[in-house]
C-alpha cells in the first residue's frame, strides 16, 4: 500500500499533509507532519496541485479557503471535530449584535461559516502573539473555553467573553490520572495541550500546541515526560526519542475521528478524488480574511 500511494502521491503532483494525531502508519507516509497552525501554512504555500489532508474537516476545509485553487481531499468525509460543531451560528449571530464593539476570535477548529463571521483565527501556537497584538481590549473567544481561560489569564487586562465549548478527549484527561503517575514516576515533567481542563493545566510543566509539544520533548534532556493530548503524538515522540519515556494519563485520550483514515483510505482518496472539498465562494471570502489575519498577525 505504501508503494502505491507514493507511486500515485507523484503521478497526481499530490502531497500528504498529517496532523500528529493521525495513526502512525499515516503519520509516517505523510510528506509533512505538524499542527493546525503549521499545517495551514504548507497547505498555503505548498506549490502542488493536490493536498490529500490526513486529519478532520475544518483543516481541509481550511486548507481549500486558504488556497482555492488547489484540489484538497478529505480521504474520510465523516472524520469531524465535535469541538468545531459547538457553534450554533445563529447564536454567533446573536453574539456578534450584542457585542457589536468586541473583536471576534476563534480557533482554528471552526467551520467556515464561523471563520467567516468572526475577525481572526487563531491556533493553540499563536493565540497568545495574536491576541496581545490586537488592539481593541474587548474580546469573545469561542469555541474552546479552556484554551481560551488559559489565554484570557495571559491578559488580566482585557474584557474577555468565552464560549461553552470543549474537547471531548481532552476532557477525558483528568488531574488525578496524572498525579498518581508523579507519584510513581520521579522527575517526570508534564507536558499538556492548553485544550486540558484548568486542573490538568495547573500541573503541567509545558503548556503547547500539538508541535510545542513534540519541540519541547525534543530540545529538552529529562528522561520521563507525561503527554497529557491525544496519543497520535506518541509516535513521534518515540521515533525522535528513542532514549526517553514518554507516558499517557490514563488510556482515554484517543480522538476517533483523528484514528479514523487509515492507508486505504488515502491510497482510494488518490485514486478516486475523494473526498474533494469544497466551499460557498461567498462563505470562503469572507473565511480567508480572517485566516489571512490569522497569518499577518502571527507573523
Ligand atoms: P494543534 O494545533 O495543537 O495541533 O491542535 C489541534 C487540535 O485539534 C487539538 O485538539
Same mark, same amino acid.
Given at each position: 500500500m505504501r508503494d502505491k500511494i507514493i507511486k500515485l502521491k507523484k503521478d497526481l503532483d499530490a502531497i500528504i499533509l498529517a496532523h500528529n494525531y493521525q495513526r502512525a502508519e499515516v503519520l509516517d507516509i505523510a510528506d509533512y507532519v505538524g499542527d493546525s497552525f503549521y499545517l495551514s501554512q504548507i497547505a498555503k504555500k +505548498? *506549490?502542488? *496541485?493536490?493536498i490529500v489532508f490526513a486529519g478532520v474537516h475544518f483543516m481541509a476545509e481550511s486548507a481549500k479557503i486558504l488556497s482555492p485553487e488547489k484540489e484538497i481531499l478529505?480521504?474520510?468525509?465523516?472524520?469531524? +471535530?465535535p469541538l468545531s460543531d459547538m457553534v450554533n451560528i445563529e447564536t454567533l449571530k446573536e453574539f456578534k449584535e450584542k457585542y457589536s464593539d468586541y473583536t471576534f476570535v476563534c480557533y482554528i477548529n471552526t467551520s467556515a461559516d464561523v471563520k467567516a463571521l468572526c475577525n481572526v483565527v487563531v491556533t493553540s501556537s499563536n493565540a497568545e502573539k495574536i491576541i496581545s497584538r490586537i488592539e481593541n481590549d474587548k474580546i469573545v473567544f469561542l469555541p474552546d473555553k479552556n484554551l481560551g481561560e488559559h489565554i484570557k489569564n495571559k491578559f488580566p487586562n482585557k474584557k474577555f467573553i468565552i464560549w461553552d465549548g470543549f474537547c471531548p478527549t481532552h476532557q477525558r484527561i483528568q488531574v488525578k490520572h496524572i498525579i498518581s503517575l508523579k507519584e510513581k514516576i520521579n522527575n517526570l515533567v508534564v507536558l499538556a495541550h492548553p485544550e486540558c481542563n484548568s486542573e490538568v493545566r495547573e500541573v503541567a510543566d509545558f503548556l503547547g500546541s500539538t508541535k510545542e509539544i513534540i519541540d519541547f520533548a525534543n530540545k529538552t534532556d529529562y528522561k520521563n515526560y507525561l503527554i497529557a493530548t491525544e496519543d497520535g503524538v506518541i509516535h513521534t515522540l518515540k521515533q525522535n526519542n528513542p532514549n526517553k519515556n514518554f507516558y499517557v494519563p490514563g488510556t482515554t485520550a484517543t480522538c476517533i475521528n483523528m484514528k479514523k483514515t487509515t492507508l486505504e483510505d488515502i491510497y482510494n482518496s488518490l485514486l478516486y478524488k475523494k473526498h474533494s472539498i469544497t466551499v460557498d465562494e461567498e462563505i470562503s471570502n469572507l473565511a480567508l480574511k480572517s485566516l489571512m489575519k490569522m497569518i499577518e498577525l502571527a507573523g
Open positions: +505548498c *506549490k502542488n *496541485k493536490t478529505l480521504p474520510v468525509l465523516d472524520a469531524l +471535530c
